[in-house]
């Protein structure tokens, strides 16, 4: 049997070519164009000289270029890797090697980074710069132009014949230890998540007008809204950067029916002094994940606009929706709600043991046809992260007695900062390569509006200094915006336990 992503586009092109897809600013594109400008990109990556399996990087924001780019690459059968934008260019020179990316199409407000991590990448052929003026046709000598590029390509006139475990997309997630790591999604996985998300979920058909604040980068913005949205031939309207009012124009603007986002963006919303300018009264369908909803800002913002905001759980290893509060069903505040149809979940102890008692925690793993097929050239890690279909997750959860599941703790030490996923060991990493470090931990600490902030509590070598100021400067030189360190703590020496192993628990604490 074959299966193809780019199915979902071509099946809403040919059922409704006129109907608006796309919207950004004052330009709309329908149906017909947004399909046809995927299948005649798809056709320039053909003849830059790509084969099918290649794969192509994005570091595009919420632009129509990146979901162009996306459905080209499945249409040719090439795996998409979305990247970050806010990653540096030492972020960008290592995701491009790891992924084996021969191609990536880039944003021009990024091109510094861009650019040089493409001319430190040994494998990375062709730079492609999307333009934010699609008349400019200049590039630098070298660099590619989107726009001329698809101009001058030939369309491919079919859906290459892809198998539902051939990967669609690498998409980049980190752990507690080593570098970021690629999660190869099948055409199954991000079919179905997204087929699940928008008709199961919340019944998206043609009249639903979406607002995507999400990056599409991230795979809650892919799934959840640009493919679950394209596929019910709903309307999408693209917000590149989240900012309240800018938010609150567009919501009102558009009539939005459809708006999911992290707890960050609720709370920004709900708690901005002009809210009560704006109408928001069209809105039917909101969701929520990233990270968890506080209760009280999930039943404010239910209140205030008469919503019933969803709330669920997922990571980028299950294509993402694993569980959800549904519609349906009475909805549990502070809970991820019901594993969706077709996906098991099972609590593990720290024996090893299978835990069935209600309300008793256990780490929670996961086992259906949302589970990645694995990280991208890493089996020995595969063999640890999924045991017999079963994908340890490492977050902590518990079940009530009507199924409900609810997370408790993590057993990594990711933090989640305004719905980013932040990993310690990273920014260790970059810590300890500070002249002046001998050691280094990185923690969470609850932040109002982001969740968490990221603190980093270090030691001095002997004899050795430097100011909070210094440390910071050398960590934004060296981390996205997102991931570096807000707050120091500076100690004469870390806690460790009886194996010299820093204890966390305790800087915690």
Request: hydrophobic share 40%; net charge negative; proline share 6%.
């Amino acid at each position: 049997m074959s299966l193809n992503l780019a199915s979902i586009l071509r099946t809403s092109a040919k059922k409704h070519p006129k109907r608006p897809a796309l919207t950004i600013g004052d330009k709309t594109l329908d149906y017909g164009t947004l399909d046809a400008y995927a299948r005649q990109f798809g056709g320039a990556l053909l003849e830059l000289g790509l084969r099918p399996g290649q794969h192509v990087a994005l570091m595009l924001p919420n632009v129509p270029q990146f979901t162009i780019a996306y459905y080209a690459g499945q249409y040719v059968a090439m795996p998409i890797v979305p990247l970050n934008v806010l990653l540096t260019a030492d972020e960008v020179h290592y995701h491009l090697d790891d992924s084996d990316a021969v191609v990536l199409l880039a944003w021009e407000g990024f091109y510094e980074a861009a650019h040089t991590a493409f001319q430190r990448s040994d494998g990375c052929k062709h730079l492609i710069i999307v333009k934010a003026d699609p008349t400019d046709l200049t590039s630098d000598p070298g660099v590619e132009n989107f726009t001329a590029l698809l101009a001058a390509a030939s369309p491919v006139k079919g859906l290459a014949p892809t198998m539902p475990d051939d990967t669609a997309v690498v998409l980049y997630t980190s752990g507690t230890t080593g570098r970021p790591k690629g999660a190869e999604l099948t055409h199954f996985n991000l079919y179905y998540n997204a087929e699940y998300a928008g008709s199961r979920l919340m019944p998206l058909d043609g009249d639903t007008v979406a607002l995507i604040a999400l990056p599409l980068f991230h795979i809650f913005g892919q799934t959840v809204q640009q493919n679950a949205v394209l596929r019910a031939g709903g309307h999408i309207v693209l917000l590149p950067r989240f900012e309240p009012i800018a938010a609150f124009e567009l919501l009102g603007r558009h009539k939005i029916t459809f708006f999911a986002g992290v707890p960050t963006m609720y709370f920004a919303l709900l708690h901005h002094p002009d809210a009560a300018k704006y109408d928001l009264s069209s809105l039917r369908y909101c969701a929520s994940g990233g990270s968890a909803m506080p209760v009280e800002v999930m039943l404010a913002f239910d209140k205030r606009y008469n919503v019933n905001i969803l709330e669920g759980y997922g990571l980028s290893e299950t294509s993402p929706v694993a569980s959800f509060n549904v519609l349906d069903q009475p909805k549990k505040a502070g809970s991820i709600g019901l594993p969706i149809d077709g996906v098991e979940f099972r609590l593990i102890a720290d024996d090893g043991s299978l835990v069935t008692e209600v309300d008793t925690a256990g780490e929670i793993q996961i086992k259906g046809h949302n589970v990645m097929k694995g990280y991208y050239k890493r089996p020995e890690i595969n063999a640890e992260a999924i045991v017999a279909g079963w994908f340890a997750t490492g977050d902590v959860g518990m079940v009530d007695s009507d199924g409900y599941y609810r997370i408790v703790d993590r057993k990594k030490d990711m933090i989640i900062r305004g719905g980013y996923n932040v990993y310690p060991r990273e920014i260790e990493e970059v810590l300890y390569g500070h002249p002046a470090i001998g050691e280094a931990a990185v923690i969470g600490v609850p932040h109002p509006s982001h969740g968490e902030e990221v603190k980093a509590v270090v030691a001095f070598k002997p004899g050795a200094t430097a100011t909070t100021d210094e440390l910071s400067a050398y960590c934004r030189e060296r981390l996205a915006a997102y991931k570096y360190p807000r707050i120091f703590k500076v100690m004469d020496a870390l806690p460790k336990g009886a194996t010299g192993k820093i204890l966390k628990r305790e800087l915690r604490r």
